[in-house]
């Protein structure tokens, strides 16, 4: 692979990246382990074909919707960072240092979990490997840093090929449960299936159902973390974004229902791994092996991934004066090298510490959920405010879109707040801890004047 033009560090990040990256950092960054997870929660929430079909359709509907307002932000303002950028510009620099820090502690956090994962499963393929190997998990961590340290095509470049793998991987299987799968076994268990709710417990069912799947679709905006390196981003973002959501949800939907075709909604319903059923019923006895090794793999990718996001926060962030100035350094190949650096550093921590930050994890989760409805308000805040903004993509349906998204944004927040009184308190308390570091870099700008 050749090497990458030569900027300065004054020049910033390069505008090397092209629809085939975008495509495949939306594809690869949603289609993860929660296609293989929940299945089996949607099924015991929900086990009727039509009533689960349904959830899978209505939050890829909501992915679309959110798609299209990140087009219009990551076109308007093509910055890195994604939801730190549009918090900034639209709600001033605290909301955007809140938005930023906890993106950032989200996704260190959640690289530290998948190298945990990835140990647990190199343990369950080869025993010798030990299942709490703290020193191997580091390897890890500073190996995939490597390679994000080398440049932005060879860090995309990984992600571009372990995507299309990770694609035909999906793709056989859809194949192969289409071919064998008949559904022959289903009458037989259709006795056997749990009863459908009604009423208000059918309404409460199919909100925790369809908030199981919006996590599925999360990562539609991954892209625009990047629009500071796409080439031609006023068409080539909208392309890729919206390319990969519709990808996603083919896919998504191919396997809801190869899965019904090879297996009784009883089977499916409260399974942990629903898919892996469906696989196991065509490799037999090595679906297992198989099972395992894939999902090491798309660990791995969520891993090469994590890093590119993190680092791309803490960029953007510091060139804000909201980080360590030397944050926004960058080499050769076009990485944020120190912004890595910092960001592999965090997740060192959280490895070392893994058995206390459980909370700290379920604390970011609804910051995630907190940055949808940022993303949604800002758009409506930039249109009124900053009216004359270029905008080579514009939402479509504005407002009646947006506001839908809006709507779903902040009801899906409801019902994680509701369902985690608790774990509210300590996202207030993050909130709390954040300000005087806020103001500690506001005032670090001030005098430095960087």
Same mark, same amino acid.
Request: net charge positive.
């Given at each position: ?39 089996? !929660? ?11 079909? &349904? ?7 909501? $992915? ?33 240092? /809140? +938005? ?7 996704? %260190? ?7 945990? /994962? ?19 998990? $580091?390897?890890?961590?500073? $190996? ?52 459908? #709710? ?30 500071? !390196? ?14 990969? /959501? ?10 809801? =229902? ?7 909604? +009883?089977?499916?319903? @409260? ?16 679906? !297992? ?29 510091? %060139?804000? @004066? ?13 990485? *944020? ?16 510490? +893994? ?30 405010? !900053? #009216? ?10 504005? *407002?009646? &879109?947006? @506001? ?10 409801? @019902?994680? =707040? ?17 300000? #005087? ?14």
């Amino acid at each position: 692979m050749s090497s990458d033009p030569s900027p300065s560090s004054s020049q910033g990040l390069l505008r090397v990246l092209g629809l085939v990256t975008g495509l495949a950092v939306t594809f690869g960054g949603i289609v993860s382990l929660g296609i293989l997870r929940a299945p089996g !929660e949607i099924a015991e929430q929900l086990p009727d074909p039509w009533w689960y079909m &349904s959830v899978w359709i209505i939050a890829g509907l909501f $992915a679309l919707l959110g798609t299209a307002s990140a087009a219009e932000m990551a076109t308007s303002l093509p910055r890195a960072g994604a939801y730190y950028a549009y918090a900034h510009r639209a709600f001033g620099p605290f909301v955007g240092f /809140v +938005s930023g820090w906890t993106d950032w502690l989200n996704w %260190c956090g959640a690289t530290a979990v998948t190298i945990i /994962v990835i140990i647990e499963y190199l343990h369950l393929l080869t025993p010798a490997v030990s299942s709490e190997n703290i020193p191997l998990a $580091a390897a890890i961590a500073v $190996a995939f840093a490597l390679v994000q340290w080398r440049g932005v095509r060879w860090g995309s470049g990984v992600h571009n090929v372990t995507s299309i793998i990770k694609s035909l991987i999906f793709a056989a299987l859809i194949i192969t449960c289409f071919i064998i799968g008949g559904g022959a076994a289903m009458p037989e268990a259709a006795a056997e299936t749990p009863q459908m #709710p009604g009423g208000w417990t059918l309404i409460m069912a199919f909100v925790v159902a369809l908030r199981g799947v919006i996590y599925a679709y999360d990562g539609w905006v991954f892209t625009a973390y990047f629009s500071e !390196e796409m080439k031609d981003p006023g068409r080539m973002i909208p392309r890729a974004m919206f390319g990969g /959501v519709w990808i996603v949800i083919t896919v998504y939907l191919l396997i809801n =229902i190869a899965v019904l075709r090879m297996l009784p909604m +009883s089977e499916i319903a @409260g399974a942990e791994l629903a898919v892996g059923k469906a696989i196991e019923s065509v490799f037999g006895a090595m679906a !297992e092996t198989f099972i395992t090794a894939m999902l090491t793999g798309f660990m791995l990718i969520g891993l090469n991934l994590g890093y590119m996001l993190a680092s791309r926060v803490v960029y953007a962030m510091s %060139c804000d @004066g909201l980080f360590f100035a030397n944050c926004k350094t960058v080499n050769k190949g076009g990485t *944020p090298t120190i912004a890595l650096a910092a960001s592999v550093a965090a997740t060192l921590v959280f490895l070392f510490f +893994s058995s206390t930050f459980a909370k700290l994890m379920e604390v970011l989760a609804i910051f995630t959920v907190v940055n949808y409805v940022i993303l949604f308000l800002a758009v409506f805040t930039m249109r009124r405010r !900053e #009216p004359d903004l270029p905008r080579p993509y514009k939402a479509w349906g504005h *407002p009646w &879109s947006t @506001g839908i998204a809006l709507i779903g944004g902040i009801a899906f927040l409801v @019902g994680t =707040i509701i369902s985690g009184t608790t774990t509210v308190i300590y996202a207030l308390v993050l909130v709390a801890v954040s300000s #005087p570091v806020y103001v500690l870099f506001r005032r670090v700008k001030r005098r430095t004047g960087k």
